[in-house]
Each structure stands twice: as C-alpha cells, then as structure tokens.
C-alpha cells in the first residue's frame, strides 16, 4: 500500500513537475569568455529559480554569421529560442521579431543604463532589447617594448602608431621574432571591419559614412587619405593575413606576444592579464590614435550586445525575467569583474569592486560615453546591407584591389541607390 501511494505521488509530482518545469533558450555570443561567463549566469538564475532550466545556445563569433543564424529561427517563427543576444545595431533591422520588453516590466529597470543606448534600443517607443554590456574601440599597447624603444607613452596620431609600430618590429626581428608584427586589427570583410574603419575615418574628420538624419558623407578626402594609410599598413607592420582578420585572430596573435599594439575591444583585458599570460602587467590600454587632418581627434567605434525577447516565444514573461536578471547591477558586475565586459548601468562605473579589478573602465569613462554609432539608425531596416557594402568597400582597398578614391566613390553611388539618401 504504501509503494502503491509512494507511486502515486511520485506519477502525480512529475505529472505537476512537467507542467511547471519550464526551459528557456538564451542564443548567446562565444567570443573569449563570454559564452562560459553566460552560463554561470544562467546557473545563478535557475540556483534562484527552481523549475527553471535556462539553456545557452552558442552562436558564431562574427556578426553577420550570427545575424544569419537568427535570422532562420525568424523566418520560422521558431520558438525553439526565446533570448537573443543582439548586436547595437540590430534593434532597428530585426524589431519586429521582438516583444516589447516595457510591456513585461523593464520600465522600472531601464533607467539605470546609458540613456544613449536604451535610445538605441528603442524602436517606435518599444524597447526591442535591455542593454547587456557595452563596447568600444581601444588601443592595446606593450608597455614594455614602448619603454625599451624609447617612447613615452601611446601614440597620439595614426602616423605616430605607424612609426612606433615600424620600429618595434624592426628591433624585435632583429632580435630573431620572426613572427612578431607591429600592429594587428581587424581587417576581414565583417562588421568588424566597419568598426575598425569607421574609427579611423572618424577620428580623420572624415565623417560616420552616413550622418544621422540620412546624408550620404562616405566619399570625401579625409576618408581617401585614411583608409590607404591603412592599406599600407597591410604586409609592412601588420601581417598580409589581417585582411582575414576577426578580433579573436588578432587576440591570439597579441596574447603570443607577437604584437606591439592592438586594436580591439575591452573583452581583450582581462584575458591579456589571466594566470599564465605572457603579456600580463606588461600592456596598458588607451584612446585610439587621431588622424593628421586639422581638428582631428580620436575616434572609437560604440559596439555592444543587447538582449531581447523573440516574438516567437512561448513565454516571454519568464524569457524577460531571465533576460532581466542577466543585465542586472550584479550580473553586469560580475561580467565587469571576471570578464572586462563593460557594463552598461552607469552606476557600476562608481562601483569600487569594478574599478579595482578594471581600472581602465574609470580611465577610459569618455571613451566609452563619447563612441561614435555606426549609421544603424538612420539606415534601419538595411543597415546590415549598408555596412556590408562599407566593408567590402574598404576591404577592396586593403586587399589593393581598388585605390580608395574610386573605391569610396563607387560605394557612395551604391550607397544612394541602397538607401535613397542623398549625397553632400
Ligand atoms: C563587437 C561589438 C559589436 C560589433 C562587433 C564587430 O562584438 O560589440 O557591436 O558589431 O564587435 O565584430
């Protein structure tokens, strides 16, 4: 009899259990540590949330294959994942895949991020994604081959990198590095590759491509002269092979110790100066170089992830709740901690944990509140194809398959016929 009750309330218990047992799917970034800092998160969530399983689903590391991927789930209105991890720019192209995450209570919680991003993140008054963590471009630096050779500190201007990365490169070979390079970026046909370029169009008063309220800028002066400095830099201070470079690339090639300097974003950080390391205490991070054009100033591309609710879920309530929970102070916080992802909730910044273990996101605050957007905006829904026609643009004159000039040129002719925008 008892066996017989005792199975009873077992059937009964997985019966309840099924009906309550419920899993959410977070589609997630794997670039460094993030995948590995994700699911700790989500262990935290499901330790405090009993009945909860939250899965996290790996997804490739560069942008547009990532889009891709998303973008099959949508198309089959699949509920198989109910957060998606979402670049900066994609509220505008993807928001009607979307729930709008004010209806499920992240109005009371927004107000504690970077206004300029949850702007970004709403479309036509929904808030299409909660701010996750943020990004810009940096320059990493050896400290101490700077102080070897003799400079002073970081360079201030593209030309200054281009001579200090020369240098060191010659003396390091000299010294039987072979395989060591002044300078390493990203430079393959991706979203990354619009970064990189953009910064440095930007900080060459060269303008943002495509300015907020819809003119064409793209092809000016500033723009030709920059981008072929950058042409040069391919096979004399960085590898030919950069134009096939993603962050990772240039990360692995940096953390060998066969970089001066690196452009990248602040994931790089904590991973540079983990145990066994071979560059760690020996590298520093500062505001990216300015170019030579009069007023010019330097310029860092505002990247970051986002995390939004699919329209397809089956519970979007509790899909928020964990997507809530993930960009909370103490999430952010541990992510600033463990994996120098910079937070998005201004507070963490005053935060004395954060700033001790991350010193560089107080040093650097202006960098990170002064980035400069990409024209997501403004070219929504075709920003992916705007940018697409951006880098390979630019990748044609890295490669020296077209000079700038006519590159840029031909890109604004594209570029008018893409979007409807008007030239300058
Ligand atoms: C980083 C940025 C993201 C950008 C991508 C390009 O992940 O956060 O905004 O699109 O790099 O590779």
């Known amino acids: ?25 977070v589609a997630a970034g794997a670039v460094g540590q993030e995948l590995e800092l994700t699911r700790d998160a989500a262990q935290r969530y499901m330790d405090a949330n009993p009945g909860v399983t939250v899965n996290v689903l790996d997804t490739p590391d560069g ?28 509220p505008g192209d993807l928001a009607v895949h979307f729930v709008d995450m004010f209806e499920y209570g992240a109005a009371d919680v927004v107000d504690a991020h970077f206004p300029a991003i949850v702007e970004n993140n709403t479309v036509d008054g929904r808030l299409i994604a909660i701010p996750w963590f943020t990004d810009a471009g940096l320059l990493y630096y050896r400290t101490d081959l700077l ?56 900080s060459n008063e060269g303008g943002t491509i495509i300015t907020p309220d819809g003119v064409i800028t793209v092809s000016n002066p500033n ?8 042409a040069s830099w391919v096979g004399t201070i960085s590898p030919s092979g950069v134009t096939g470079f993603m962050e990772e690339d240039a990360r692995n090639m940096w953390q060998a110790g066969n970089a001066a300097f690196m452009r990248n974003w602040p994931y790089a950080f904590s991973l540079g100066q983990q145990e066994g390391s071979i560059i760690a205490n020996n590298f520093d991070v500062a505001p990216l170089p300015a170019g030579d054009a009069t007023g010019a100033s330097p310029a860092a591309t505002l990247g970051g992830w986002q995390l ?17 929970f993930f960009a909370s102070y103490e999430e952010q916080k541990i992510r600033a901690i463990e994996g120098s992802l910079n937070p998005t909730i201004e507070a963490l910044y005053e935060d004395p944990e954060v700033l001790e273990a991350q010193p560089f996101m107080g040093r650097l605050l202006d960098v990170f509140t002064a980035a400069v957007a990409r024209p997501s905006t403004a070219t929504a829904p075709n920003y992916a194809e705007v940018s697409a026609a951006y880098f390979n643009a630019v990748h044609s004159v890295l490669t020296g398959a077209e000079d700038a000039e006519t590159a840029l040129a031909l890109l604004e002719l594209d570029l008018a016929a893409l979007t409807g925008f008007p030239t300058d």
Request: aromatic fraction near 12%.
């Open 308 to 324: 939004g609710v699919s329209a397809y879920s089956e519970n979007p309530e509790l899909a928020t709740d964990v997507a809530l």
């Open 1 to 25: 009899m008892r066996k017989l009750l005792f199975s009873l309330a077992l059937t009964a218990g997985l019966a309840l259990g099924m009906t309550y047992a419920q899993t959410i799917t």
């Open 63 to 90: 942008a547009g294959a990532r889009m891709g991927l998303y973008l099959q789930f949508f198309e089959a209105q699949s509920s198989e994942v109910d957060v998606y991890q979402i670049d900066v720019i994609w």
């Open 223 to 230: 723009a030709v002269e920059i981008i072929e400095l950058a």
């Open 147 to 202: 102080e070897q050779y003799g400079f002073d500190g970081p360079p201030q201007t593209w030309t200054e990198l281009t001579e200090m990365a020369q240098t060191i490169q010659d003396g390091e070979r000299a010294r039987g590095m072979s395989d060591f390079w002044g300078f390493v970026w990203q430079g393959n046909a991706y979203e990354g590759l619009t970064c990189n370029a953009l910064e440095w169009q930007a």
